[in-house]
């Protein structure tokens, strides 16, 4: 059987699965953001109460595997009374996962702001939420993007996981395939470009382009 | 902190019409055990110019953060006669909440050694940012605000460039612009000029000197440049070691100092240009 042959009868399979990754992946990014965001600002608090909760998720999920946190969600919360659909269970589980590594990157985007733009902010009597909102985040987005180019690459990575609860993902279709055909170099060998040109062609020049869109919006270039 | 719980014997409010623009009332700055100010008392009339000049470590630059953005440690600061640092619960004062400190600061404006524009608005954004989102004016009104303020300090041409592409004196007077768009009854200047090439230092004086002589407004400006204190200034106070060596006109203290360590500092300053 040639490789074309290979991919007439088995590429549809595949785009599926591909498709499947797009969607986990999407999904993820979008929680991992928003955990992110709450987390690292929970931890810039000066108040204990507001601090501790997201030290300690950051120390969890970054602390363990994600294979582990996966298992987890899907497998030992339906025992507490809480079930979710695979679907759900994947990109929650990456997404809660990479979101506490990106709440590191929140963290410090926002520490490398200049502390004059603080007192900028402070001196136009603007109030907390709006130092923040307004001025401070915009400029600590601009320093976070590049590392943050980086996780979703990881993150990426990461949902190739799911296919171990059965979400139809593209490596799930790649090991379904492998195990009915026993096209193993070919079944793994087009995963594995698929990912790689998800991330170089897709994800980081998206990312080069969101960098040069946010510099020039603060002037830079 | 024992300064804190004894308050009896200041009054709630200043009243009158001399009453002073900003009043310090013995007022303590600490840094942990360092005290930078010691019991300082300034009062500083409604459209006075008042220099602040010293030694580096001498507190002048603490006088202007605790009005705008410190806590003190003992005293208390009067602006238009009410209390800043404190406020009045029951007919007792008490140290101010963070959001009256906020509120009472509405009333002052501040500009720093390094500008501290924000990157990712023009100028005019930043010039408009307060009026909108504090005040609460419309942008319509703000931008008309904002741009008569950049047309004052001649920066009107470069309402749409971002900071990083203006010059030091450039990003100082839209900084002074910005400043002034809160209409602040007190405009702090922190060493305005200090981080400016030699040649655009006169930009920046020339718009100061337009704030103190067109629009009378009580401005206080710690410096370094004397020859633009002497110049410009009603008063000039010396600062020593956290407290006020000597202070008086420009005309007196420059050409006639009485203490020593004003002498010595002067002198120094002179040998230093």
Redesign the interface.
């Known amino acids: 059987m040639s490789y074309l042959d290979f991919l007439r009868d088995y590429g549809p399979r595949l785009l599926d699965g591909t498709l499947m990754t797009a969607a986990q992946f999407l999904c993820a990014t979008v929680l991992a953001i928003a955990i992110a965001l709450i987390a690292g600002l929970m931890k810039l608090s000066h108040n204990r109460l507001i601090r501790t909760p997201a030290v300690i998720y950051i120390e969890i999920f970054r602390g363990t595997s994600l294979l582990v946190q996966l298992y987890w969600i899907f497998f030992v919360l339906p025992l507490f009374g809480l079930t979710l659909e695979k679907f759900t269970a994947g990109f929650v589980a990456v997404g809660m996962n990479l979101g506490a590594y990106g709440a590191e990157l929140v963290r410090g985007g926002i520490q490398s702001v ?1 502390r ?2 603080w ?9 907390p939420a ?1 130092r923040m909102w ?2 401070i985040l ?2 600590a987005l ?1 320093n976070m993007l590049p590392p943050w180019g980086n996780l979703l690459i990881e993150l990426l990575k990461g949902t190739a996981l799911v296919s171990l609860i059965s979400v139809a993902d593209l490596m799930f279709e790649a090991k379904q395939i492998n195990g009915s055909t026993f096209l193993s170099a070919q079944a793994f060998g087009t995963a594995l470009i698929i990912y790689y040109i998800f991330a170089r062609l897709i994800v980081t020049p998206f990312m080069r382009w969101l960098e040069r869109v946010m510099a020039r ?4 270039a | 902190m024992k300064d804190l719980h004894d308050l009896s014997h200041y009054p709630l409010k200043l009243e009158g019409p001399d009453r002073p623009m900003v009043s310090f009332r013995n007022v303590t700055k600490r840094y942990g055990d360092l005290v930078v100010l010691d019991g300082l008392n300034l009062d500083v009339a409604e459209g006075e110019m008042v220099s602040i000049i010293g030694p580096s470590g001498s507190g002048k630059t603490t006088v202007l953060r605790m009005l705008m953005l410190e806590t003190i440690q003992g005293g208390v600061i009067y602006v238009d006669g009410q209390p800043l640092s404190h406020m009045d619960r029951g007919g007792m004062l008490v140290p101010a909440t963070p959001r009256h400190l906020r509120a009472g600061r509405e009333q002052i404006g501040m500009c720093f050694q390094h500008f501290n524009l924000f990157p990712h608005m023009t100028a005019l954004g930043n010039c408009m940012e307060g009026p909108v989102q504090v005040l609460g004016m419309s942008k319509q009104a703000a931008r008309e605000r904002a741009e008569d303020l950049l047309e004052m300090v001649g920066m009107i041409d470069k309402r749409d460039e971002h900071p990083a592409r203006l010059s030091g004196g450039q990003q100082q007077r839209v900084a002074i612009a910005r400043a002034l768009a809160m209409r602040p009854k007190v405009l702090l200047l922190d060493e305005v000029t200090s981080a400016l090439d030699p040649e655009v230092i006169g930009e920046v004086t020339g718009v100061i000197k337009k704030l103190v002589e067109k629009y009378r407004l009580t401005i206080m400006m710690v410096t370094h440049q004397m020859g633009f204190a002497a110049d410009i200034s009603d008063r000039v106070c010396f600062f020593y070691d956290g407290r006020i060596e000597e202070q008086g006109a420009p005309a007196d203290l420059f050409s006639n100092p009485q203490k020593e360590r004003t002498q010595q500092f002067l002198s120094a300053v002179k040998s230093a240009d």
């Open positions: 200049p004059g733009q007192e900028a902010a402070y001196a136009l009597s603007l109030s709006k307004r001025i915009p400029q601009v919006r603060i002037g830079r």
